[in-house]
C-alpha cells in the first residue's frame, strides 16, 4: 500500500491528490491521510513547523504501508519522517525535482505565495538540485484558490509556465500539491515538460515497492 499524507488540514486537497495518484496507479491500493488540526495549507516555514507533530503521529499507525509519500510542494517534514518510519518516505518536490532533472539539463519551479520560496529553495539546495534549477517563481496566488482554480487562476498559472519556458527551462515543475488536478490544462501547448510531482511520487513510490 502507498500512503500519501497530506501536511494540511484540507480533505478536499486530501481526495484530490489520492485521485490523482490513483489514476497513475490503477490497481495499485492507494490511501489518503489528512493531518487534522494543521494549518488549512502549508505556505511557509511556520505552517510546516505547526504540521510535523501531526505528521509524526501517523507513523505508529501506518504499519501496513510499504512507502509514505509527504503529500505537500515543502516536503514538510520529510527528514523527520524519514528518521521514524518503518519504511521508504519520499516527497513530492523531492520526487518532482528527481523527475525534472531527468527530463531536461535545467527546470524551474512555479509554486503559489513568495513566502514559500525560502522552504524550496532550501530543499532544491539541500537535495542537490541547486545546478539545475533555473528559477523558483512564486505565482501570487494563495494555495487553496490553486486548489479551486478557475478560468482566471488557471490563465495565471499558465502566463508563469509559458514564462519561465521562455526563461530556458527545459521542464517546469507544479510546485503545489493543489495543481495536480489541473495539470492537463496547465500543460496543454506548453513547449517543455510540465511536472507533477503528485504524479511523479505514485510513480516513484511504486517503483520502491518493487525493487
Do not use: K, W, Y
Request: proline share 4%; charged share 20%; glycine share 12%.
Amino acid at each position: 500500500m502507498i500512503l500519501f499524507l497530506n501536511p494540511n488540514s484540507s480533505e478536499h486537497m486530501t481526495d484530490g491528490i489520492v485521485a490523482t495518484a490513483r489514476e497513475v496507479l490503477p490497481g495499485v491500493r492507494i490511501e489518503g491521510r489528512t493531518n487534522h488540526g494543521a494549518p488549512a495549507a502549508i505556505q511557509g516555514a511556520e505552517d510546516g513547523a505547526a504540521a510535523v507533530p501531526g505528521l509524526l503521529a501517523q507513523v505508529e499507525t501506518a504499519r501496513d504501508a510499504e512507502v509514505i509519500v509527504i503529500a505537500c510542494f515543502d516536503d514538510t517534514g520529510l527528514a523527520e519522517m524519514r528518521a521514524r518510519a518503518h519504511c521508504p518516505v519520499i516527497g513530492i518536490g523531492q520526487a518532482a525535482f528527481h523527475a525534472a532533472s531527468l527530463l531536461g539539463e535545467r527546470f524551474s519551479v512555479l509554486t503559489t505565495l513568495p513566502v514559500s520560496l525560502p522552504v524550496i529553495e532550501g530543499n532544491i539546495q539541500e537535495q542537490g538540485f541547486a545546478q539545475a534549477c533555473i528559477e523558483v517563481r512564486p505565482s501570487g496566488i494563495p494555495v487553496l484558490e490553486v486548489e479551486a482554480g478557475g478560468t482566471e487562476v488557471i490563465a495565471r498559472l499558465r502566463e508563469g509556465i509559458a514564462a519561465l519556458t521562455d526563461g530556458g527551462a527545459d521542464a517546469v515543475v507544479l510546485g503545489c500539491a493543489g495543481m495536480c488536478i489541473h495539470r492537463d490544462a496547465l500543460r496543454e501547448g506548453i513547449g517543455a515538460h510540465v511536472v507533477d510531482g503528485v504524479r511523479a511520487a505514485a510513480l516513484l513510490a511504486d517503483v520502491l515497492r518493487r525493487v
